[in-house]
């Protein structure tokens, strides 16, 4: 399979507050390439946030604005690309808000979310956060809430689903976005 999986973690409650940003790229089903960034998101901090993922607004004071990420990443956003996210409605959301907020028309692109392939091809675990999807696959998941290392996760989860059940499973699971 080839696709992009992506995590953002957000400075506070509000979607459009994303604080960063990890995608990891995979082509026939290798992890190929990765791209992280810290996200000035011009927005106070939470304290609950900070202590999910442990980012504080002085570690994003010299961080690009997310306009200035997009430039980098936008190509993989467009509607013969899949992005996938473990919890992809939250993904989703944040990447949509964060456009909204800056002017920004959010793209057309496919989309799925291991968090529902989970559920559906391992319903045997205790619940399908991503750290126990990652412990039951034997899948390395460094630092929970870092969002390379979920990305990463969540990029190797899905290589596992597609390489033990096949991509015809998983197939049903692609939405559109935008």
């Excluded at 957000?10 to 992890?31: G, M, P, Q």
């Excluded at 990447?95 to 392939?117: F, M, N, V, W």
Aim: net charge negative.
């Amino acid at each position: 399979m080839n696709f992009v999986a992506m995590d953002f973690e957000t400075a506070n409650a509000k979607r459009y507050s994303a604080c960063s940003l990890a995608l990891t790229i995979v082509r026939n089903n290798h992890i190929e390439d990765e791209f992280y960034s810290l996200i000035n998101p011009g927005v106070p901090f939470s304290w609950r946030n900070i202590q999910v993922h442990g980012i504080h607004s002085r570690d994003v004071a010299d961080a690009p604005t997310f306009p200035e990420v997009w430039q980098h990443i936008q190509q993989f956003y467009v509607p013969d690309k899949l992005v996938i996210a473990h919890n992809a409605t939250f993904d989703n959301n944040v990447l949509k808000a964060t456009l909204e907020h800056y002017g920004i028309q959010p793209p057309a692109y496919q989309s799925l979310d291991t968090l529902r392939t989970s559920r559906r091809l391992l319903p045997q675990l205790a619940n399908h956060k991503l750290n126990t999807v990652a412990d039951a696959l034997q899948i390395d998941l460094h630092h929970h809430h870092n969002a390379l290392d979920d990305a990463q996760a969540c990029a190797d989860i899905l290589i596992y689903q597609a390489q033990h059940f096949g991509k015809q499973k998983l197939l049903p699971f692609i939405k559109m976005q935008g």
